[in-house]
């Protein structure tokens, strides 16, 4: 077998987490609607025959990588701060770990511009109440009494919402990561309490 036709071979041979982490690519490049069959099965250099050992239709695609991300955020975001005991070293290390995950920004962003489709609805639903109630408990923990730390984590949460969608939809100029590390820091500075 010449080089050609084991790099074909092994294209041929991508797993079902290769089409997700691909369509996780271009959802966050260019949002839910661009997540198409035929350019995927292009760009991973493979036939669409490939696609269909693996997914029946685009929607199951589209769904298995959307949790993907869900489950992945949950992994390395929100299942490890749960594990800080002092809230405001937690509400700390949240920003931070939230500022840094520039991939799941973008496929969030492009998640909130096609927060009428069927299939992501759901799914901010459940990472907007599993966020909001972190924040929320954890404003708690911090010595809010509960109706302010709700408030502090509506707060929190749509400013992190808010700035993703200036930076997606209304073309904020970009910050470089000295200015955009200021922000976090005052962010930080603003939202947690001393």
Do not use: C
């Not at 000295?178 to 947690?192: F, K, P, Q, R, S």
Request: a negative charge; hydrophobic letters at 40%; proline letters at 3%.
């Amino acid at each position: 077998m010449n080089e050609a036709e084991s790099k074909q071979e092994s294209r041929g041979r991508l797993s079902a987490t290769d089409w997700e982490q691909a369509a996780l690519t271009v959802l966050a490049e260019s949002g839910v609607a661009a997540v198409a069959v035929e350019s995927l099965a292009r760009t991973l250099g493979v036939t669409k025959g490939s696609f269909y050992w693996h997914f029946p239709t685009r929607e199951a695609l589209l769904k298995a990588a959307i949790d993907r991300w869900e489950q992945r955020d949950e992994d390395q975001v929100i299942s490890y701060v749960e594990r800080i005991e002092d809230p405001r070293a937690r509400l700390r290390e949240l920003f931070h770990r939230v500022s840094r995950e520039v991939q799941s920004h973008l496929v969030y962003a492009a998640l909130l511009q096609a927060s009428d489709n069927a299939l992501v609805q759901p799914v901010l639903e459940r990472i907007s109440r599993r966020r909001l109630t972190l924040l929320t408990e954890t404003y708690a923990e911090a010595g809010f009494e509960p109706t302010a730390a709700k408030h502090r984590a509506r707060l929190a949460y749509t400013a992190y919402s808010g700035f993703l969608q200036l930076n997606q939809r209304h073309g904020m100029p970009r910050m470089d990561q000295e200015e955009y590390a200021a922000y976090v820091d005052h962010v930080i500075a603003t939202l947690v309490p001393a």
